[in-house]
């Protein structure tokens, strides 16, 4: 049984289709393996030792203690902290955090990316550590991202929108030849 002959522009479009679709996979890959680690690596480490710091504190004065230096801290840190005290319901103690989704603070406590909103009205992607409180509250601290951050994430997902593009047109291409 032989196999149907396959016209050649059929197959220069399906190797043109599959350039694309490479050079973007390898683009998109380069971008993220080699910039996306170096950028987030001093947000996860400043936003851990917020965390290890809080909780220490927490430890030693309690909960009145960790409210007055997440006050404390608000005052005299930089635009990019955001940070809240929560009790089980959900209500914010301290801080200027409004509480993230549900799903977050249920998850596994330690470094996440997460949208979230700030008291002032502000929005954005912030990495973030979710500390369970005794009584069943939480701790959520973390720092915003900044510009630079933020445009590289911008990138990642532009490529990613033209690698799903790229693919549709081939198969469009395809399926016109």
Avoid: K
Avoid at 79 to 88: K, M, P, S, V
């Amino acid at each position: 049984m032989r196999l149907p002959a396959v016209p050649t522009t059929f197959r220069i479009a399906a190797l043109a289709m599959a350039l694309v679709l490479c050079s973007n996979l390898a683009l998109l890959g380069f971008i993220h393996l080699r910039t996306h680690n170096d950028r987030l690596s001093p947000l996860r480490r400043q936003a851990m030792a917020d965390s290890r710091a809080l909780g220490d504190i927490y430890r030693s004065g309690g909960q009145a203690g960790l409210a007055a230096a997440v006050r404390d801290m608000l005052a005299a840190d930089s635009a990019e902290l955001a940070i809240g005290l929560f009790d089980r319901s959900g209500q914010r103690r301290a801080g200027d955090l409004i509480m993230p989704e549900r799903s977050m603070i249920d998850r596994d406590s330690g470094f996440q990316i997460s949208l979230v909103q700030l008291v002032d009205g502000r929005r954005g992607e912030a990495g973030l550590v979710v500390s369970p409180l005794a009584g069943g509250g939480w701790l959520v601290n973390g720092r915003l991202f900044n510009e630079p951050l933020t445009l590289q994430r911008t990138v990642e997902r532009a490529l990613m929108i033209s690698l799903c593009l790229s693919v549709l047109f081939g198969l469009m291409c395809a399926v016109i030849l």
